[in-house]
């Protein structure tokens, strides 16, 4: 059977407005910028035919059909997120790290952490930000230039002066086996990149001699 489904950040933007009616709160939790959740929700409407916002001034209010339709998104939403935490890896410890909505995972080649540290589970929430780490939905977070927090502690996993890629987690399990392993697994493929990277620019400058 093929599901026909609008898209699922159209779906997630559509929820989390209805819930707040506002997009503003709506692009805080989601961690975009409410003109993006305004788009998703825009397009939503004109792919379903239907308008699931009365936008009046200052104030957004839900159409009957949209108020029917959070019901049955809302629900969804729960059966998936309910059906997501039944799941356990086979392993010692379920490690959960939070990164940027924009962040590109393929950097973290999760696929070879897995197999080289069989006892750790990696499971992988994005977006999210400081909100879901000191809410404790993740174990550790992420970013680019993350800053000093109380009670967190921050390390650099990229070799630099700039912004850069930091890795954050409280510091009551910030020397855990299983974030000490990620934040040296995080560290060696940084490292390798860069290595690829100058030896790339080597090349370049010697084909042009």
């Given at each position: 059977m093929?599901?026909?489904?609008?898209?699922?950040?159209?779906?997630?933007?559509?929820?989390?407005?209805?819930?707040?009616?506002?997009?503003?709160l709506?692009a805080?939790?989601?961690?975009?910028?409410?003109?993006?959740?305004?788009?998703?929700?825009?397009?939503?409407?004109?792919?379903?035919?239907?308008?699931?916002?009365?936008?009046?001034?200052?104030?957004?209010?839900?159409t009957?059909?949209?108020?029917?339709?959070?019901?049955?998104?809302?629900?969804?939403?729960?059966?998936?997120?309910?059906?997501t935490?039944?799941?356990?890896?086979?392993?010692?410890?379920?490690?959960?790290?939070?990164?940027?909505?924009?962040?590109?995972?393929?950097?973290?080649?999760?696929?070879?952490?897995?197999?080289?540290?069989?006892?750790?589970?990696?499971?992988?929430?994005?977006?999210?930000?400081?909100?879901?780490?000191?809410?404790?939905?993740?174990?550790?977070?992420?970013g680019?230039?993350?800053?000093?927090?109380?009670?967190?502690?921050?390390?650099?996993i990229?070799?630099?002066?700039?912004?850069?890629?930091?890795?954050?987690?409280?510091?009551?399990?910030?020397?855990?086996?299983?974030?000490?392993?990620?934040?040296?697994?995080?560290?060696?493929r940084?490292?390798?990149?860069?290595?690829?990277?100058?030896?790339?620019?080597?090349?370049?400058?010697?084909?042009?001699?």
């Amino acid at each position: 059977m093929t599901y026909s489904l609008p898209p699922l950040n159209a779906l997630r933007a559509f929820e989390a407005a209805a819930r707040h009616l506002s997009f503003k709160l709506a692009a805080h939790e989601l961690h975009v910028t409410p003109a993006a959740v305004g788009q998703h929700v825009k397009a939503l409407e004109l792919r379903l035919g239907v308008r699931l916002f009365a936008r009046l001034h200052k104030q957004l209010v839900l159409t009957a059909d949209g108020q029917a339709y959070l019901v049955g998104i809302s629900d969804g939403f729960r059966r998936i997120a309910d059906a997501t935490l039944q799941l356990k890896p086979r392993c010692a410890v379920l490690l959960q790290v939070g990164v940027p909505e924009n962040f590109e995972l393929r950097r973290l080649d999760l696929e070879s952490f897995r197999s080289t540290h069989p006892d750790i589970g990696l499971r992988i929430l994005q977006p999210a930000g400081l909100h879901e780490l000191v809410e404790g939905k993740v174990d550790a977070l992420i970013g680019r230039g993350l800053g000093s927090h109380p009670g967190y502690r921050c390390d650099r996993i990229d070799k630099g002066t700039g912004v850069g890629d930091w890795l954050m987690a409280p510091e009551g399990t910030a020397e855990c086996p299983e974030v000490m392993s990620l934040r040296d697994w995080l560290r060696s493929r940084s490292a390798g990149a860069l290595r690829t990277e100058r030896r790339r620019s080597g090349e370049i400058g010697l084909a042009r001699r």
